[in-house]
């Protein structure tokens, strides 16, 4: 993957150069410091070699000896690590949230922000914004200038460019250079994707999904996606939008979507979908909890529908049934497509919890080819907010860990 900013300075580290460097610093992110030895058995080449492509990684600022290894007899070899002084920025912008976090080159989330943000505000506002947490974060742990940054934004993503298209919740950021904005501002590298592909990678690297090479991430939050991994590696499709499955048709007719059509998943249970629903049931006098808690504010929210949910309130529990039900039927027929070992639940809708997990296996299990769900695990996220800001990280890492 070649880097389109050739002319940014990075104090700090430079690139992998080869293939067997940039192998190298993934198994140092992934598994811990290595041996030399173990680095040329584990990677088949001669120790000749290793000793100097670590000296060169040395040379970088991308690797660094960490200590004698335990010995396997004859000379003490030392272990390779990767440099201290590597800094990840991992931003993960929702809907309704932005989250940065700065991590150390293994993606150890050494400090986080979080706060809430509508991201129809544009993309000038939501990146200073942006760039003012990773600032604050920056100088308070000391660093002059990151490694790199990863950015996820809630719409569909040129990679190859860092340019959102047309991304239907995002006034104004249609072919906006979110890439090349970050870069200007931050002196470093950046990659931007698609928040729900971040969030696939952020649990591939440290959540449920870490063993599995074959899984969906569905978010449900605000909008509806779906990230895609597929012999570990994530899938984007041609043009960057695979996996937008909150726009897929579940009925006929139905309410308009922000895409402009009718029906969608999206429309029928996303973030807003829900707001609109339980305000309405609260309005219509078919929930009491609900109305009460809809006379202290102008509208309601997935969260107060999650807290009804638990206080037993019918109207609540049927919501999230019913979208519950449509994402499983949506998910049934993905299963028996792409017979994937794990689906993950994640995004702030799902925080609806049990009752929404429950109706989605229900339905996956039951429409589903029997073959294709006899081992499959579906699950929510054990990450919480941190799955959008380490995928982030990991995202940027794999550009600066990778060789062109």
Same mark, same amino acid.
């Given at each position: 993957?070649?880097?389109?900013?050739?002319?940014?300075?990075?104090?700090?580290?430079?690139?992998?150069?080869?293939?067997?460097?940039?192998?190298?610093?993934?198994?140092?992110?992934?598994?811990?410091?290595?041996?030399?030895?173990?680095?040329?058995?584990?990677?088949?080449?001669?120790?000749?070699?290793?000793?100097?492509?670590?000296?060169?990684?040395?040379?970088?600022?991308?690797?660094?000896?960490?200590?004698?290894?335990?010995?396997?007899?004859?000379?003490?070899?030392?272990?390779?690590?990767?440099?201290?002084?590597?800094?990840?920025?991992?931003?993960?912008?929702?809907?309704?949230?932005?989250?940065?976090?700065?991590?150390?080159?293994?993606?150890?989330?050494?400090?986080?922000?979080?706060?809430?943000?509508?991201?129809?505000?544009?993309?000038?506002?939501?990146?200073?914004?942006?760039?003012?947490?990773?600032?604050?974060?920056?100088?308070?742990?000391?660093?002059?200038?990151?490694?790199?940054?990863?950015?996820?934004?809630?719409?569909?993503?040129?990679?190859?460019?860092?340019?959102?298209?047309?991304?239907?919740?995002?006034?104004?950021?249609?072919?906006?250079?979110?890439?090349?904005?970050?870069?200007?501002?931050?002196?470093?590298?950046?990659?931007?994707?698609?928040?729900?592909?971040?969030?696939?990678?952020?649990?591939?690297?440290?959540?449920?999904?870490?063993?599995?090479?074959?899984?969906?991430?569905?978010?449900?939050?605000?909008?509806?996606?779906? /990230?895609?991994? $597929?012999?570990? #590696? +994530?899938? *984007?499709?041609?043009?960057?939008?695979? !996996?937008?499955?909150?726009?897929?048709? @579940?009925?006929?007719?139905?309410?308009?979507?922000?895409?402009?059509?009718?029906?969608?998943?999206?429309?029928?249970?996303?973030?807003?979908?829900?707001?609109?629903?339980?305000?309405?049931?609260?309005?219509?006098?078919?929930?009491?909890?609900?109305?009460?808690?809809?006379?202290?504010?102008?509208?309601?929210?997935?969260?107060?529908?999650?807290?009804?949910?638990?206080? /037993?309130?019918? $109207?609540?529990? #049927? +919501?999230? *049934?019913?979208?519950?039900?449509?994402? !499983?039927?949506?998910?049934?027929?993905? @299963?028996?497509?792409?017979?994937?070992?794990?689906?993950?639940?994640?995004?702030?809708?799902?925080?609806?919890?049990?009752?929404?997990?429950?109706?989605?296996?229900?339905?996956?299990?039951?429409?589903?080819?029997?073959?294709?769900?006899?081992?499959?695990?579906?699950?929510?996220?054990?990450?919480?907010?941190?799955?959008?800001?380490?995928?982030?990280?990991?995202?940027?890492?794999?550009? $600066?860990?990778?060789?062109?």
């Amino acid at each position: 993957m070649a880097w389109h900013h050739r002319h940014v300075a990075m104090t700090l580290a430079g690139r992998a150069e080869t293939a067997t460097q940039a192998k190298i610093l993934r198994l140092l992110r992934d598994e811990g410091p290595k041996a030399r030895v173990e680095l040329g058995d584990r990677l088949g080449v001669s120790r000749t070699t290793i000793a100097a492509e670590v000296a060169r990684l040395v040379d970088l600022g991308l690797a660094a000896d960490a200590g004698p290894a335990a010995s396997r007899g004859g000379r003490r070899s030392t272990l390779v690590d990767l440099a201290p002084q590597l800094r990840f920025v991992g931003i993960d912008t929702g809907a309704t949230s932005i989250d940065v976090a700065i991590t150390d080159g293994r993606l150890g989330v050494l400090s986080q922000l979080s706060e809430e943000h509508d991201i129809k505000v544009g993309p000038e506002k939501t990146l200073a914004r942006a760039l003012e947490l990773t600032r604050k974060q920056l100088t308070e742990l000391g660093i002059e200038r990151p490694s790199g940054v990863g950015i996820g934004i809630p719409g569909p993503v040129d990679f190859h460019t860092g340019v959102p298209v047309s991304p239907p919740i995002m006034p104004g950021w249609d072919g906006y250079p979110v890439r090349d904005a970050l870069a200007r501002e931050l002196g470093c590298p950046v990659l931007v994707d698609n928040d729900v592909n971040v969030m696939a990678l952020g649990e591939q690297h440290a959540g449920v999904a870490k063993q599995a090479q074959d899984f969906l991430f569905v978010k449900i939050g605000t909008g509806i996606g779906c /990230g895609i991994v $597929v012999d570990g #590696q +994530l899938y *984007r499709g041609v043009d960057g939008c695979a !996996g937008d499955i909150g726009h897929i048709r @579940v009925e006929e007719f139905g309410p308009t979507c922000a895409c402009g059509n009718t029906g969608c998943l999206e429309a029928f249970f996303g973030g807003a979908a829900l707001s609109r629903d339980a305000t309405a049931a609260a309005h219509g006098g078919r929930s009491e909890i609900l109305a009460a808690v809809l006379d202290e504010r102008s509208a309601l929210t997935a969260a107060d529908v999650a807290a009804a949910t638990a206080q /037993g309130d019918a $109207v609540s529990v #049927q +919501l999230v *049934r019913d979208g519950g039900r449509r994402v !499983g039927h949506v998910l049934a027929s993905l @299963v028996s497509f792409f017979n994937p070992g794990l689906i993950v639940i994640g995004g702030r809708v799902a925080r609806l919890g049990h009752t929404l997990l429950a109706e989605i296996r229900s339905v996956v299990y039951r429409r589903s080819l029997p073959l294709a769900t006899g081992n499959l695990p579906i699950v929510m996220t054990e990450m919480g907010d941190s799955a959008g800001v380490v995928g982030s990280a990991r995202l940027i890492s794999d550009g $600066v860990y990778a060789a062109d």
